[in-house]
């Protein structure tokens, strides 16, 4: 089964077999995460990177009356940062949103992985610049783009990077996020998701039903969301800009 971090790594720096079995080799026991789990906590010894190897998990802080901000999402072959092991401890807890396995690369074994391929050096960076960017978008959306911009750009950006990973049908990808979910990174509450995605649905631009969505119109979505997928920085996605 070709590996979801080959895959994902490759879509910034094209990977030799050496490279995929050296990937291989550095990845320690996988294991199953149940969903509405969290995979490791704020204040936590990073001693790992954590990589999702199936499923979807997400970012987040949470206040200690339950108040929580998903900061962002994780998708099959994400890393949870590869440079983590060098903090002490973890700035924020990651959790399963669904079942998720898991694989580890220890810190030691990172080490190794990059100084011995150039390759895997210079895609695990561009991994890590791809990442902040796509957080640098996210702040924009939350400051500067409205409630229904916001969800549509998070629509193109999830189908963007699912496509690129090769998990999307067409126009129609996983959304197993809740409405409670979709708040949480939208900074809204789920009642605005709900008139959010009936205003989205009234406008003929997607059908979400059954955990997954479909975009009717992509090029209308993108411009409605002012969505420019160049900030993913991954040359095996189709750049869909905003006119």
Same mark, same amino acid.
């Given at each position: ?16 077999? *050496?490279? &995929? #079995?050296? =990937?291989? *080799?550095?990845?320690?026991?996988? &294991? ?7 995979? /490791? ?21 949470? %206040? ?20 983590? %092991? ?23 074994? #990172?080490? *190794? ?34 409630? /229904? ?8 950006? =999830?189908?963007?990077?699912? +496509? ?12 197993? #996020?809740?409405?409670? *979910? ?9 009642? !605005?998701?709900?008139?959010? =995605? ?10 979400? &039903?059954?955990?997954?969505? +479909? ?10 969301? !002012? %969505? ?6 991954? +040359? ?8």
């Amino acid at each position: 089964m070709p590996s979801p971090l080959a895959h994902k790594l490759n879509c910034y720096v094209r990977l030799s077999e *050496d490279d &995929r #079995m050296c =990937l291989a *080799d550095a990845m320690g026991p996988s &294991r199953m995460v149940a969903p509405r789990t969290d995979i /490791i906590h704020e204040g936590d010894d990073p001693r790992a990177i954590n990589v999702i190897l199936d499923g979807w998990a997400c970012r987040y802080r949470q %206040f200690a009356n339950g108040r929580r901000q998903i900061v962002s999402l994780l998708l099959p072959g994400d890393p949870c940062d590869p440079h983590v %092991f060098l903090l002490d401890e973890m700035d924020h807890t990651i959790g399963a949103i669904t079942p998720v396995l898991l694989g580890q690369i220890s810190g030691s074994a #990172m080490r *190794d992985l990059t100084a011995r391929s150039p390759r895997l050096d210079l895609a695990f960076h561009r991994e890590s610049l791809a990442t902040a960017a796509i957080q640098r978008e996210w702040t924009v959306s939350l400051g500067s783009r409205t409630g /229904i911009e916001r969800l549509a750009h998070l629509f193109c950006e =999830l189908h963007a990077r699912l +496509t690129a990973i090769g998990l999307a049908d067409g126009n129609t990808c996983a959304m197993p #996020m809740t409405q409670n *979910d979709l708040g949480d990174a939208m900074g809204q509450t789920s009642v !605005h998701i709900n008139r959010t =995605l009936q205003e989205l649905r009234g406008l003929g631009l997607i059908t979400l &039903r059954s955990r997954r969505l +479909t975009i009717h119109d992509p090029a209308a979505l993108a411009r409605l969301a !002012h %969505f420019d997928a160049a900030y993913l920085h991954r +040359t095996e996605v189709d750049r869909i800009v905003a006119c």
